[in-house]
């Protein structure tokens, strides 16, 4: 079965410092990866997706299939960043399967 | 409407009793997901409607949940015998489709606390 783990329940970091929120899967299809966001107080949203390889304020994120990773990156993480960050997978199956998520805290 | 809206936002219950939940999708929307969130588990899947195909019932984690779409629009999450290891936040999602890459979008939420 497909299973998505985020190691980290939270990440500390301060203002200005790189981040890296892990994110590792298993399916052995090949998968499609997602990165959602909740803000305090705001509804899940979609951050970023592999397939359309793109920034979104600023975090990008790389598919390695060989280590069947997905992490989310910064070079310079905001006060604004701060919020839970889901991992989720999706093999064609059913609905999204999601990581326990990730508290990232950009400190002042 | 401009976004997905769950019903009630809180919803405190007594052990025992049967709780329903209502989930209005973005308009043409034809899949709709229930997904829970309990507090340091992440979001667990629960039911999922893609048009008029047979719901996937497989993430319900026993016969007091049951869910129902009608019309191919609004759907009712329904709990019945609550317990109190219900207590979560239940997630609507819907997306214009059950296919790659299209993209789920969630409502606020529906809170249920059962004491």
């Known amino acids: 079965a497909q299973r998505v783990t985020q190691p980290e329940k939270l990440l500390s970091v301060f203002k200005g410092a790189p981040v890296e929120l892990k994110c590792n899967y298993s399916y052995s299809g090949s998968p499609e990866l997602f990165w959602y966001v909740q803000y305090s107080r705001q509804r899940l949203q979609l951050l970023l997706r592999?397939?359309s390889r793109e920034s979104i304020k600023g975090f990008t994120a790389d598919l390695n299939k060989g280590e069947t990773s997905f992490h989310l990156k910064k070079p310079f993480a905001q006060e604004e960043d701060s919020a839970m960050y889901y991992c989720?997978?999706?093999?064609?199956?059913?609905?999204?399967?999601f990581g326990s998520g990730t508290r990232l805290q950009v400190q002042p | 409407g401009a976004g997905v809206s769950q019903s009630p936002s809180n919803k405190v219950t007594e052990k025992g009793k049967d709780v329903e939940l209502r989930c209005d999708p973005i308009s043409g929307h034809t899949a709709l997901y229930w997904y829970r969130q309990s507090l340091g588990q992440g979001l667990e899947f629960l039911i999922y409607?893609?048009?008029?195909?047979?719901?996937?019932k497989s993430g319900l984690p026993s016969d007091r949940f049951s869910a129902e779409r009608t019309g191919g629009s609004v759907s009712t999450l329904t709990i019945q015998r609550t317990q109190q290891e219900d207590s979560a936040v239940y997630l609507c999602?819907?997306?214009?489709?059950?296919?790659?890459?299209?993209?789920?979008?969630f409502g606020a939420g529906t809170r249920l606390s059962v004491l």
């Open positions: 999602a819907s997306s214009l489709a059950g296919t790659s890459g299209n993209i789920q979008y």
């Open positions: 592999h397939i």
């Open positions: 989720a997978l999706y093999t064609g199956r059913r609905a999204l399967t």
């Open positions: 409607f893609q048009g008029n195909s047979a719901p996937d």
